[in-house]
Nanobody, 129 residues
């Protein structure tokens, strides 16, 4: 079993920044891909970024909507995944989730929620205009 705990959400004005954290524990040796997802009210869960962490740090994927604004980092020693979010807009509002599970690079890249088996409880991000 893998446990994930997110933190770092909050309320910011448009143009602001937030840095989300996700601490991963449990059978971390089985975890090859970690991803960040978000879900706005009334919308489907969307994968915004993912990182194939085993081998470490070689491949990171981003949704087109966040490229150039969001960046992922992974601290292997702390088993923590980060999502630095810059130039936030109201469209970025939602609950942000950290997830783990895929073993295939293609699944990590495609960020389909059904391919991720373990989920955190989420951290809320609200961006006002």
């Amino acid at each position: 079993q893998v446990q994930l705990v997110e933190s770092g959400g909050g309320s910011v004005q448009a143009g602001g920044s937030l840095n989300l954290s996700c601490v991963v524990s449990g059978y971390t040796y089985r975890t090859k891909c970690l991803g960040w997802f978000r879900q706005a009210p009334g919308k489907e869960r969307e994968g915004v970024a993912s990182r194939y962490i085993y081998p470490e740090g070689l491949t990171t994927f981003y949704a087109d909507s966040v490229k150039g604004r969001f960046s992922v980092a992974h601290d292997n020693a702390k088993n923590t995944l980060y999502l630095q979010m810059n130039n936030l807009g109201p469209e970025d509002t939602g609950m942000y989730y950290c997830a783990a599970g895929p073993t295939a690079l293609s699944q990590c890249r495609d960020r389909r929620p059904n391919d991720y088996h373990y989920w955190g409880q989420g951290t809320q991000v609200a961006v006002s205009s």
